[in-house]
Structures are given as C-alpha cells and as structure tokens.
C-alpha cells in the first residue's frame, strides 16, 4: 500500500521550467535515421549465418569488437592473415 501513495503523475504538457517555452513531452521520442536500414538488416541475418565461423567474426568485429578492419583479421588468429596491427 505504501507504494500507492507514492505515484504521482505529471501532464506531459508541464513547462520543463519557470522561463521554458518547452515542455515536458517535447523531450520524449525522436524521429530514428535507422528505420530505412530495418529492410537491409532482415535478409542480412540467414547470409551471415550462412557464413563460416571465422569470416563471420572478422565481419562482426569492427561493429562490435571496437576493432578497426586492418586489426580485425589479426584477432582471428589465422596464419594467413598479415595485416599491420
């Protein structure tokens, strides 16, 4: 019960402050630049899967590992990879 006492609700519509034109529901929500890339990432799924285990990791790694592309084939410890960390 006592966490019923303690909601308290705000209109989206409240100043965000005493000399603001902006208000509280103008900070929620952005437009997304990434909704367009949603049909390029669909089929990408079952091709990357359909990779090697290897190969599949060196693509992954820049994205993910923090690694940039010359770096990325020396943490997959091939031998026939001879790219300048």
């Given at each position: 019960?006592?966490?019923?006492?303690?909601?308290?609700?705000?209109?989206?519509?409240?100043?965000?402050?005493?000399?603001?034109?902006?208000?509280l529901g103008?900070?929620?929500?952005?437009?997304?630049?990434?909704?367009?890339?949603?049909?390029?990432?669909?089929?990408?799924?079952?091709?990357?899967?359909?990779?090697p285990?290897?190969?599949?990791?060196?693509?992954?790694?820049?994205?993910?590992?923090?690694?940039?592309?010359?770096?990325?084939?020396?943490?997959?410890?091939?031998?026939?990879?001879?790219?300048?960390?």
């Amino acid at each position: 019960m006592e966490g019923a006492r303690a909601y308290r609700t705000t209109s989206l519509s409240t100043p965000l402050g005493p000399d603001s034109t902006s208000e509280l529901g103008d900070t929620l929500g952005v437009d997304e630049d990434d909704y367009e890339l949603v049909d390029l990432r669909v089929p990408l799924t079952p091709a990357m899967a359909a990779l090697p285990d290897r190969e599949r990791k060196i693509l992954i790694m820049p994205f993910y590992g923090n690694l940039t592309r010359p770096r990325s084939p020396n943490r997959s410890a091939s031998p026939r990879c001879t790219s300048p960390g």
